[in-house]
């Protein structure tokens, strides 16, 4: 939009409405990270003897870091957690952006049913829908074969703890590239049909290049979420031993802070799963935009 | 529904309308099978719910589990899950809905009225303030639940409604879609109409600038309720006060093996029942409101 509509004023307007959200920002996002960060370089230390035992905070370095990056513990988490991702991402986004092109294609019937079924999971909080999942999981309940299948394997854990999280945002993630596929120009598909393109070639060939920064997009927007995959593994823990105290980063984090009472590691876990989920999302976000930037030029 | 979405006008660019589709054409029997499977597989879990919450906790081990035993079952499992505990379910639903809609009013007014004032204005600092919040938009809520809570447990703020509400009220995404918004559907002509009329810039907020913006608004308010009312981790860590879970954090209490009792899965079926069913009915008769595409079209500009 034109900057040069926006006039400058002397009203106190925008600096009044920008005020509240910059005032809960920084207490609430900033002061947090800073703190936990503040926190990732601390330890306790105990003092004191034979007058009673004291604890103070006092600075310990990059110790907990240490601590952190020389656990084993911390490496497997990670390795999970990249597990259940590398399963999960490319069904997410191979079965959203099919649902999308079915949706979208001509001939195509029950849609409105359709979309309305595949966007119902959205509205399950994730650790409801573990719960829903982990009942037609438990060989006792299971309705898909849970007494001959075992879903809670070594192996069959990381799909079903990905299914429960792809069953979770595909319709979402449908809807929002449905919504662009609506949105495309619809004269070069018609032009194509004319020119005896078929439905699938059309898909393929026309829509899907035409919607690729909307897939790109998801595709970011699931791999930031995988690695914050904290509530369905927590939330099927009480029915399994495949699932331990600290299976993902994240649960790592709480056990660590909660758990352990060790507020010190816990923060610096805490941090560096921070520090690498920024990373991952400006690195993801600059290929995303030379994706489309290539798309478009 | 999906053609007067698109057509209510695309707030980021200017497209054309999508043609009517007038003639019927054949039934594409590929892809409607394609999304028959997909749609099922989002709604049997869910419906298979219905069933399991017609049986006893000793039914559900030992009927088949896609035949449903009785009303007579669903009835007191339903009447279970009221009382249990001294009727706490209802002060968790009722938790979740203060939470959820509390926080998702409040944030949707700080959000839509800092987007209005990035969106519309240029004043001191305004470009610092964006990139402080599109930077914002990179730190995970989530990751800093933890965090969040070492530092309100220093004010001894934990463990009541503000520390679940509170770290919700902002967030980055909602400003940024309410900023892109307001800057292209927002005209700046009819603003100086008003302005010339005499109208404060007060004014043309509440007669302009707050209608012109309430399909982003409506679009975020449905997007931070669900997010709240989703969110596990923040609760978790902020409450030890059972009276004060929000559903999620109540039922996933339940499922806790607790001292070798064992686990009243009827109840907590049918408590999962009741906490999916109000929200999906909600939801899905508010889709026509969503405005999604303001997600799709939020990356091309």
Redesign the interface.
């Known amino acids: 939009?034109?900057?040069a509509?926006?006039?400058?004023?002397s009203?106190k307007?925008?600096?009044l409405?920008?005020a509240?959200?910059?005032l809960?920002?920084a207490?609430?996002?900033?002061?947090?990270?800073i703190?936990?960060f503040y926190?990732s370089l601390m330890k306790s230390h105990v003092s004191g003897g034979l007058l009673g035992t004291s604890t103070e905070q006092v600075f310990a370095g990059a110790s907990n870091y240490a601590n952190t990056f020389s656990d084993p513990q911390f490496w497997s988490s990670l390795e999970r957690m990249l597990l259940v991702a590398v399963i999960g991402i490319p069904v997410t986004v191979f079965?959203a952006t099919?649902?999308a092109?079915?949706?979208d294609?001509?001939?195509?019937?029950?849609?409105?049913?359709?979309r309305?079924?595949?966007?119902?999971?959205?509205?399950?909080?994730?650790?409801?829908?573990s719960?829903?999942?982990?009942?037609?999981y438990l060989p006792?309940?299971?309705?898909i074969g849970g007494g001959v299948i075992d879903y809670f394997g070594n192996r069959t854990i990381f799909f079903t703890v990905a299914n429960v999280a792809v069953?979770g945002v595909?319709?979402f993630n449908?809807?929002?590239?449905?919504?662009?596929l609506?949105?495309l120009?619809?004269?070069i598909c018609?032009a194509a049909e004319v020119d005896g393109a078929s439905?699938l070639q059309i898909a393929l060939r026309i829509k899907l290049p035409q919607i690729a920064?909307?897939i790109s997009?998801i595709s970011l927007f699931s791999l930031?979420n995988a690695?914050?995959l904290?509530?369905e593994p927590?939330?099927l823990k009480?029915?399994t031993n495949a699932i331990t105290s600290t299976w993902v980063p994240?649960m790592r984090?709480?056990s660590d802070?909660?758990v352990n009472n060790d507020?010190y590691g816990?923060?610096a876990s805490?941090f560096t799963?921070?520090v690498m989920?920024?990373a991952v999302?400006?690195a993801g976000g600059a290929a995303?935009t030379r994706l489309?930037r290539r798309q478009s030029s | 529904?999906?053609?007067t979405?698109?057509v209510q006008g695309?707030p980021t660019s200017t497209?054309?309308p999508?043609?009517a589709r007038a003639a019927r054409?054949?039934?594409?029997w590929r892809?409607?099978i394609?999304?028959?499977i997909?749609?099922?597989?989002?709604?049997l879990?869910?419906l298979?719910?219905l069933i399991?919450a017609t049986k006893t906790n000793a039914q559900?081990?030992s009927t088949p589990?896609?035949v449903p035993s009785s009303l007579k079952s669903f009835g007191s499992n339903m009447s279970g899950i009221f009382s249990w505990n001294g009727h706490i379910f209802f002060r968790w639903w009722l938790n979740s809905l203060i939470y959820a809609a509390g926080g998702g009013i409040l944030s949707t007014i700080?959000?839509g009225?800092?987007g209005?004032?990035?969106?519309?204005?240029?004043?001191p600092g305004?470009r610092v303030?964006f990139r402080?919040?599109v930077a914002?938009v990179?730190?995970?809520?989530?990751?800093?639940a933890?965090?969040?809570?070492?530092?309100l447990a220093k004010f001894g703020m934990t463990n009541s409604y503000e520390s679940v509400i509170?770290?919700q009220?902002?967030s980055?995404f909602a400003?940024y879609l309410c900023k892109i918004y307001a800057?292209?559907g927002v005209p700046?002509e009819i603003m100086e109409a008003v302005r010339i009329d005499g109208g404060?810039?007060?004014r043309i907020?509440w007669s302009v600038g707050s209608r012109l913006m309430l399909p982003a608004l409506v679009t975020v308010l449905l997007l931070q309720f669900?997010a709240i009312?989703?969110?596990?981790?923040l609760p978790?860590?902020m409450l030890n006060n059972s009276s004060l879970y929000p559903?999620?954090?109540g039922?996933?209490g339940m499922?806790?093996?607790t001292g070798g009792q064992p686990n009243e899965?009827s109840l907590?079926?049918a408590g999962?029942f009741l906490?999916?069913v109000p929200?999906?009915i909600?939801?899905?008769s508010l889709?026509r409101f969503?405005r999604?595409?303001l997600?799709?079209?939020g990356?091309?500009s």
């Open positions: 939009m034109a900057v509509g926006r006039r400058k004023h009203s307007l925008p600096v409405f920008v509240p959200a910059l809960l920002l207490l609430f996002t900033f002061a947090p990270a703190y936990a926190l079965l099919l649902f092109l079915c949706l294609a001509n001939g195509a019937r029950l849609t409105t049913v359709s309305l079924a595949l966007f119902l999971p959205y509205a399950v909080p994730g650790v409801i829908a719960l829903l999942w982990g009942f037609l006792a309940t299971s309705p069953w595909i319709g449908t809807v929002v590239l449905y919504t662009a609506r949105a120009p619809p004269d018609r439905e920064p909307a997009m930031i690695l914050q904290f509530n927590t939330a009480p029915l994240l984090v709480y802070s909660f507020i816990g923060a805490a799963l921070l989920t920024v999302t400006v995303a489309t | 529904m999906t053609s979405v698109v695309q497209r054309v999508p043609p054409r054949p039934v594409n892809v409607t394609i999304l028959i997909g749609g099922l597989y989002c709604v879990p869910a298979w719910i399991a559900l081990f589990p896609y700080i959000a009225m800092a209005y004032a990035l969106g519309k204005y240029e004043f305004s303030i402080i919040i914002a990179l730190l995970p809520q989530i990751l800093l933890v965090p969040q809570y070492l530092l509170l770290p009220l902002v980055p400003i800057e292209a700046d404060s810039e007060y907020f669900i009312w989703n969110n596990f981790l978790f860590v559903l999620t954090l039922l996933y499922i806790q093996p899965y907590v079926i999962v906490a999916i929200l999906a909600l939801f899905l889709q969503w999604i595409d997600l799709s079209g990356i091309k």
